[in-house]
């Protein structure tokens, strides 16, 4: 269950990253 959580949060963070570079 932890390595999913870890997982989850990682792709959140891909997320916002993304949505900041195109928000540019």
Same mark, same amino acid.
Request: hydrophobic share 65%.
């Given at each position: 269950? $932890? !390595? =999913? +959580? *870890? /997982? #989850? =949060? @990682? @792709? /959140? $963070?891909? /997320? !916002?990253l +993304? +949505? *900041? =570079? #195109?928000? $540019?």
């Amino acid at each position: 269950m $932890r !390595k =999913i +959580l *870890e /997982l #989850l =949060i @990682l @792709l /959140l $963070r891909a /997320l !916002k990253l +993304l +949505l *900041e =570079i #195109l928000n $540019r």
